[in-house]
């Protein structure tokens, strides 16, 4: 018969790396066409002119420029009005 007790099972030591998410290209630098401007788990910042947003909520320039971050207020289903930020390309 064995003489060490049960060492138990391990849980939760899985780790995976990082998504590797944010803003990629910050305000008042230049940009080209197709570049990833900002990186994103669901809706945080939002598509204004000159950008495009693609299936899994990346933010693309769609025309060559220089990026801007402004806060506008956006209306909800509810009714609500929050602050949210909307990337530009001029």
């Known amino acids: 018969m064995s003489h060490v007790k049960a060492g138990g099972t391990a849980k939760n030591v899985k780790d995976s790396p990082g998504q590797r998410l944010g803003v990629k290209v910050f305000g008042g630098q230049t940009i080209t066409k197709g570049q990833v401007i900002v990186r994103q788990v669901g ?17 693309h320039a769609d025309v060559d420029g220089v990026v801007e971050f402004k806060t506008r207020k956006v209306r909800r289903f509810t009714g609500k009005t929050v602050r949210r930020t909307e990337v530009i390309v001029k």
Not at 43 to 59: D, H, V
């Open 43 to 59: 809706q945080t910042k939002r598509a204004g002119k000159g950008t495009k947003l693609s299936r899994n909520f990346t933010i």
